[in-house]
């Protein structure tokens, strides 16, 4: 059975840091570009980050750069989601998916390419 279960999110205060995990289990993330996404009370699920199968190329949604990185361990069948100098703004359910193909392009990575949702993490960020 397909799964994506992420871990990770909680309370952290303004200018903190939390590292989100997705693990998957059922299929092999090898050959999967993989994504974050998140949705905030009242507002569309947007896109946070996205990183290819290798692992060579990453994009970022502009209200996170260079705040945020995003990595992947295959080995362990895990993507990662780095989230520094966290603002209350970031607050929001954070989701994992797998996109369709294995490069992270702004034509794949859309809620509506997703091919496969985790079940999402909260985060929120408050002081």
């Known amino acids: 059975q397909l799964q994506l279960v992420e871990s990770g999110g909680g309370l952290v205060q303004p200018g903190g840091s939390l590292r989100l995990s997705c693990a998957a289990s059922?299929?092999?993330?090898?050959?999967?570009?993989m994504g974050w996404f998140r949705q905030a009370p009242g507002k569309e699920r947007e896109g946070v980050s996205c990183?290819?199968?290798?692992?060579?190329?990453?994009n970022f949604a502009d209200s996170v750069k260079g705040r945020f990185t995003i990595s992947r361990d295959n080995a362990k069948n895990t993507v990662f989601l780095q989230m520094n100098s966290l603002k209350p703004e970031d607050t929001a359910i954070y989701y994992c998916?797998?996109?369709?193909?294995?490069?992270?392009?702004?034509?794949?990575?859309?809620?509506?390419?997703?091919?496969?949702w985790g079940q999402g993490t909260q985060v929120t960020v408050s002081s």
């Open positions: 990183i290819s199968s290798t692992g060579g190329s990453t």
């Open positions: 998916a797998r996109l369709p193909g294995r490069l992270c392009l702004t034509t794949n990575w859309k809620a509506s390419r997703v091919t496969y």
């Open positions: 059922g299929f092999t993330l090898d050959y999967s570009a």
